[in-house]
């Protein structure tokens, strides 16, 4: 059974840093695109940003220049830094993975719990 755990998110003031962390766990036989989503009270989840395992990231328009995907390969882990941070990132973000649990059967999506970040003075 596979597994997606968050952890770092929390309070922050404007202009603050926080660093996510989500780590796969579980019967994994290979792992494509990593990436981060978020969903705002009363909004859609967006994507955030993306990490394929191999290739160019892709991020929001909205957190250019701010945020930094990356992912350890070896840990099964990918990471999204995220500075100079604005209270319209408060969100509960969410991990997810495409990801083939075995040999035997094709690659699906799956999701992490979420973590709550909140952006506020």
């Known amino acids: 059974q596979v597994r997606l755990v968050e952890s770092g998110g929390g309070l922050v003031q404007p202009g603050g840093s926080l660093r996510l962390s989500c780590a796969a766990s579980?019967?994994?036989?290979?792992?494509?695109?990593m990436g981060w989503y978020r969903q705002a009270p009363g909004k859609q989840r967006e994507l955030v940003a993306v990490i394929p395992s191999g290739g160019s990231t892709n991020y929001a328009d909205s957190v250019k220049g701010r945020f930094t995907i990356s992912r350890d390969n070896a840990k099964n882990t990918v990471y999204l830094q995220m500075n100079s941070l604005k209270p319209e990132d408060t969100a509960v973000y969410y991990c997810?993975?495409?990801?083939?649990?075995?040999?035997?059967?094709?690659?699906?999506?799956?999701w992490g719990q979420g973590t709550q970040v909140t952006v506020s003075s």
């Open positions: 997810n993975a495409e990801l083939r649990p075995s040999y035997y059967i094709g690659y699906g999506h799956y």
């Open positions: 579980g019967t994994i036989f290979s792992i494509n695109a």
